[in-house]
């Protein structure tokens, strides 16, 4: 178990839906990382937070967005949903660092959008 | 083009064999680079990762990677192979210069045999 903890664990939607996926990241830690793994495109990195505020910044759509909360939780949030956004949806979380940081990963959030 | 490629989908070896899984990336500049591993239904699990220094780096589980900067290559490494570390494994590699560029290659499967 990393410690990091993500909900749900299962989605099933429909297209041109919304969904919000959240994440927990281990105590202490102020980074959390957002990353899309489907057949097709393989692990992507979306984005990453720290402590509040936008750090870095992947291939993450327009239609995604997402948010580091006070408490430092983590959402991510994923609009006019298509086919193609059926996915493992993972977060992590690090230490603070200089971006070399050891990644904690969370158990995943398997979407499927019909 | 590919930032990090992994050549190989798929790596079979027998137990107690020396298992290489390779690893080369095309990130400019100095890289951060990681190996994580997937078995399955679960997350990434952090092995090991080259920040700078020592090219040799050893890790989790009797595992290590070598940092070759001529040949753009991080190929992770174990002596002897045990049927438990079949699973999928992932080289990562981040820009030092930009937290922006990070990616993880295509994965390879590595079956250890009894």
């Known amino acids: 178990d990393s410690g990091v903890t993500q909900t749900p664990k299962h989605l099933i939607t429909a297209t041109g839906q919304r969904v919000t996926l959240r994440c927990s990241p281990r105590s202490g830690d102020l980074s959390v990382y957002w990353y899309q793994q489907s057949l097709d495109q393989g692990l992507q990195f979306l984005i990453q937070y720290y402590n509040g505020e936008e750090r870095a910044k992947g291939n993450i759509l327009e239609r995604f967005s997402a948010q580091q909360f006070p408490d430092l939780h983590s959402e991510l949030n994923l609009s006019s949903l298509e086919l193609g956004d059926s996915a493992l949806y993972f977060c992590?979380?690090?230490?603070?660092?200089?971006?070399?940081?050891?990644?904690?990963f969370g158990p995943g959030t398997r979407l499927l959008v019909l | 083009a590919q930032s990090v490629a992994q050549p190989e989908d798929q790596v079979n070896v027998a137990e107690g064999n020396p298992l290489t899984v390779k690893c080369t990336y095309s990130v400019s500049g100095n890289p951060y680079l990681f190996w994580y591993v997937q078995y399955p239904n679960r997350g990434l699990q952090f092995l090991l990762k080259?920040?700078?220094?020592?090219?040799l780096v050893k890790g989790s589980y009797g595992f290590e990677a070598e940092f070759n900067k001529s040949q753009t290559s991080f190929h992770l490494k174990k002596p002897s192979a045990l049927v438990s570390d079949s699973a999928l494994y992932f080289c990562?590699?981040?820009?030092?210069?930009?937290?922006?560029?990070?990616?993880f290659g295509s994965g390879t499967k590595l079956n250890v045999k009894p």
């Open positions: 990562a590699v981040r820009d030092k210069g930009n937290f922006n560029k990070f990616y």
């Open positions: 992590a979380s690090s230490a603070p660092g200089q971006g070399g940081e050891t990644q904690y």
């Open positions: 080259y920040i700078t220094g020592d090219n």
